[in-house]
């Protein structure tokens, strides 16, 4: 059964980086029908995109975060990772990861449970 | 950025209401359109892809139908578990966009 889920270690700084790593579980994700994205929630912006990976590494950014942002993937762990460089208060949202299907319908057919990542001092 | 619209923000409905929520994108996007289905704590579910693919699981409740910028999601007869928000989700081009989110609320 596909699990996503996601782990960081806790409260962000200010001008910190955000790491998040999502671990997959009960499908591989070299299957290359797919690609795997973060996604982030918060109350006064709804639901951004940030950015997709595919498992040979081939990246997309959301612009509004393209200058700080970088994604890794990890096939021998199966796991998918994000990094938000030089954060504020404005990164502090609901993480998520998905994983997102190529081809003809570009959706996010599953998710993780979410991770809140809060920047502060 | 395609910029993604629904209406209304809000809508109280009751049990067994039909109801429709609209998305409207700025430009336009054939038929590349996703809806999903949030409750209070949890992750989006998909419901409906490529404007009207439903989902395996989803109730036939749920219909969708749309093109180019206007869409629409229609549920016939309202359940409890209904209640919910839901979006809307561009996926013709990067970055994805999605609205700002319908509450249906009792």
């Known amino acids: 059964q596909l699990q996503l889920k996601e782990s960081g270690p806790g409260p962000v700084k200010p001008s910190e980086t955000l790491s998040l790593t999502c671990t997959v579980s009960?499908?591989?994700?070299?299957?290359?029908?797919?690609?795997w994205d973060w996604i982030r929630q918060t109350p006064g912006s709804g639901l951004e995109w940030i950015g997709t990976?595919?498992?040979?590494?081939?990246?997309y950014y959301n612009p509004s975060v393209q200058s700080r942002v970088s994604m890794s993937v990890d096939i021998s762990t199966n796991q998918f990772s994000l990094n938000l460089r030089t954060v504020t208060a404005a990164d502090t949202a609901v993480y998520f990861c998905a994983r997102h299907r190529a081809g003809v319908y570009r959706d996010f057919d599953f998710w993780g449970q979410g991770i809140l990542v809060s920047v502060s001092s | 950025d395609i910029q993604m619209t629904q209406s209304p923000s809000s809508l109280s409905a009751n049990i067994g209401d039909r109801v429709t929520i609209t998305c409207r994108a700025s430009?336009?996007?054939?038929?590349?359109l996703n809806w999903y289905q949030q409750k209070p704590g949890k992750a989006p579910k998909l419901l409906i892809s490529r404007t009207s693919t439903l989902q395996s699981g989803v109730p036939s409740r749920f219909s969708a139908i749309g093109s180019g910028t206007e869409f629409a999601l229609t549920v016939s007869s309202l359940q409890p578990e209904d209640f919910a928000t839901y979006y809307c989700?561009?996926?013709?081009?990067?970055?994805?966009?999605f609205g700002q989110g319908t509450m249906l609320e009792i």
């Open positions: 990976i595919s498992y040979t590494g081939i990246t």
């Open positions: 009960g499908f591989s994700i070299t299957d290359s029908k797919f690609f």
């Open positions: 989700q561009q996926s013709f081009s990067v970055p994805y966009t």
């Open positions: 430009r336009d996007i054939t038929n590349n």
